[in-house]
């Protein structure tokens, strides 16, 4: 193996910073305001200290796990990222075929560069991890709906309501940079549908209640999980609506509100007010596979990564995805080894100190 090759999720980011733009650079890595939350999301995973076990059987060992009827072959999922094309010209195509490669979730955004027909035929693959769509809220149910049926018809497996930004984060790193989408790259699933309000007063009108989760309940079959829950008590109202299946715990990367508490210290806590009754994922600086460990000890069933993805995408294409999901998942066989734990079962809080 090559020295210079990326040996771990950070040596992505420094090479990514080298090739992308200033603006895609600032548009990938950056955060709203101060970046308070981008921070604390990974200075708290790592504040956590392991309290590993030793001698204990090891052999038969494995990453894969259950959750919600699923098997998985290890617990990482890839965040939704909208417009990967800006980081490489095959966009979220290169990142699917990659997840296939190794058997990890991909959850796509409404905001892909690529649509969701071929990303999905890019998955189908023996061993694929499932394709899952996140949801923008849209102005209108029956867009909304149109964006439903549109990932039901590509074959995807679950849809991801994204709760935590009903408006747009203070992206003052974006806005220093005079970051805007570059010509030929957009959000295509939007296209053809009416464009957001373009005032504060109509935008929030619009935005997603209780209500319209019912609401979206009753126009699918798919299963329906809720991205960006941080508070106990909206977890609770999630599995008592009985409209959810799942939720993602997570700040959007402290792409929208900073300064909010970060996703290591909010999932205990809900994890602890839902008591096992609804599957949990966290996102939200996961980087090493003590990150994933930690995560699981803490509640969760499974991690994803965001701008890991675009900036190994940005480094290597297809290619560069696969490796950094590889070296994740490596990682997180390592800690669980050196945990005493011969799958992720055996991971519980008592490994944390
Ligand atoms: C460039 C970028 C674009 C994103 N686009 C979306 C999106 O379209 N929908 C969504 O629900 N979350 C979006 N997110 C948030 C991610 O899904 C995820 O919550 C976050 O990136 C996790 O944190 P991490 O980047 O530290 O791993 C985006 C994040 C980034 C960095």
């Keep these: 193996m090559s020295p210079d090759l990326p040996l771990n999720l950070a040596d992505f980011e420094a090479a990514a910073r080298e090739r992308l733009s200033p603006q895609a650079w600032a548009y990938f890595s950056g955060a709203a305001a101060d970046e308070h939350t981008l921070a604390a999301n990974r ?3 790592a504040a956590h ?9 090891l052999s038969g060992s494995s990453t894969a796990i259950n959750m919600g009827g699923l ?3 290890h617990p990482i999922f890839l965040a939704p990222v909208a417009c990967q094309r800006m980081a490489h010209p095959e966009g979220e195509r290169a990142t699917a075929m990659a997840a296939a490669a190794q058997g990890a979730g991909m959850i796509l955004s409404s905001q892909s560069s690529v649509a969701v027909e071929a990303v999905a035929a890019a998955m189908a693959e023996p061993g694929a991890g499932p394709l899952w769509f ?4 849209q102005a209108q149910r029956e867009a909304t709906l149109a964006l439903v049926r549109r990932a039901e018809a590509a074959g995807c497996q679950t849809l991801v309501l994204t709760v935590d930004a009903p408006v747009h984060g203070v992206r003052d790193r974006e806005r220093r940079a005079g970051f805007e989408i570059p010509p030929g790259i957009s959000a295509v ?21 209780w209500d319209d989760v019912a609401w979206l309940r009753q126009q699918t079959r798919l299963p329906l999980w809720l991205k960006g829950v941080l508070h106990a008590d909206d977890a609770r109202q999630a599995a008592d609506s009985g409209c959810v299946d799942g939720l993602i715990i997570s700040n959007h990367g402290g792409r929208t509100l900073d300064s909010t508490v ?24 996961i980087r090493r ?4 460990l930690k995560a699981l000890a803490l509640g969760a069933h499974a991690v994803a990564v965001g701008r890991p993805q675009v900036f190994a995408l940005a480094d290597d294409g297809a290619m560069g995805v696969a490796r950094m999901l590889r070296l994740l998942r490596d990682e997180f066989a390592i800690a669980l080894a050196l945990c005493g734990c011969r799958s992720p079962d055996d ?3 008592a490994l944390l100190a």
Excluded: F, K
């Design 289 to 292: 596979g003590t990150d994933v």
């Design 134 to 137: 996140q949801l923008y809220w």
């Design 189 to 209: 699933h939007l296209a053809g549908l009416p464009p957001p309000p373009d005032s504060l007063t109509a935008l929030l009108a619009a935005a997603p209640s």
């Design 347 to 349: 991971v519980s809080r």
């Design 71 to 73: 098997t998985l072959a």
């Design 262 to 285: 970060s996703t290591a210290w909010a999932l205990p806590r809900v994890a602890e007010a839902l008591n096992g009754r609804l599957p949990l994922i966290v996102d939200g600086g």
């Design 49 to 57: 200290r392991l309290l590993p076990r030793v001698l204990r059987p």
């Design 43 to 45: 200075s708290d995973w």
